[in-house]
Nanobody
Framework: QVQLVESGGGLVQAGGSLILSCAAS????????MAWFRQTAGKTRDFVAGIGRSGADTYYVDSVKGRFTIFRDNALSMVYLQMNTLKPEETAVYYC?????????WGQGPQITVYS
């Protein structure tokens, strides 16, 4: 059974940084393109950043380019999201999943709250 467990959420002042981690188990992690998504209350869950199987290819939603970095460690079955210069409007629950996402893989997701 596949399990994705995110960690690293919290409270941060606008302009600050956080790093999220996602631990994967239950399948061959290196075979999957992975991504981070986020969801604010009452809105859809949106793509934020993705990374190819080897880690060489990354892609981002325009609003986070230059501030967020996605990277992975296939040996540890981990994917990370380094977030810099955070903005209050990026307050959300953040999730990792494959890309495209698989419904049954959604975890709880950590809350990130950015205050001004």
């Amino acid at each position: 059974q596949v399990q994705l467990v995110e960690s690293g959420g919290g409270l941060v002042q606008a302009g600050g940084s956080l790093i999220l981690s996602c631990a994967a188990s239950g399948r061959t992690f290196s075979s999957d393109t992975m991504a981070w998504f986020r969801q604010t209350a009452g809105k859809t869950r949106d793509f934020v950043a993705g990374i190819g199987r080897s880690g060489a290819d990354t892609y981002y939603v325009d609003s986070v380019k230059g501030r967020f970095t996605i990277f992975r460690d296939n040996a540890l079955s981990m994917v990370y999201l380094q977030m810099n210069t955070l903005k209050p409007e990026e307050t959300a629950v953040y999730y990792c999943n494959t890309h495209p996402p698989v419904t049954k893989y959604w975890g709880q997701g950590p809350q990130i709250t950015v205050y001004s």
